[in-house]
């Protein structure tokens, strides 16, 4: 069963930087895809990542998020720049579309002065 770890979040001022790692049990996912759960909200995609590097992006992190992976290491990243507090979430990887029971626990983002 696949499972996915993620690390790297953390407490940052508005307009500063992060990079989230997320490191997969398998090397088997044809998609990574980064998610984020703001309390009381629903999760949403993020960013997603193919094998061959097509990616997707949500709206409103276009410009200031990017999305890669390295295959070899069967881990992808999110580097996210100008952060902003909305994007102040609880941030998950898993592929896309997300295997149900794959869930892991996340990595806090927390965008504050």
């Known amino acids: 069963q696949v499972q996915f770890v993620e690390s790297g979040g953390g407490l940052v001022q508005p307009g500063g930087s992060l990079r989230l790692s997320c490191a997969s049990s398998?090397?088997?996912?044809?998609?990574m895809a980064w998610y984020r759960q703001a309390p009381g909200k629903q999760r949403e995609l993020v960013a997603a990542?193919?094998?061959?590097?097509?990616?997707f992006y949500l709206d409103s992190v276009k410009g200031r998020f990017t999305i890669s992976r390295d295959n070899a290491k069967n881990t992808a990243y999110l580097q996210m720049n100008t952060l902003k507090p909305e994007d102040t979430a609880v941030y998950l990887c898993?592929?896309?579309?997300?295997?149900?029971?794959?869930w892991g626990q996340g990595t806090q983002v927390t965008v504050s002065s």
């Open positions: 898993n592929g896309r579309p997300p295997t149900m029971n794959a």
């Open positions: 990542i193919s094998s061959g590097g097509s990616t």
């Open positions: 398998s090397r088997f996912i044809f998609s």
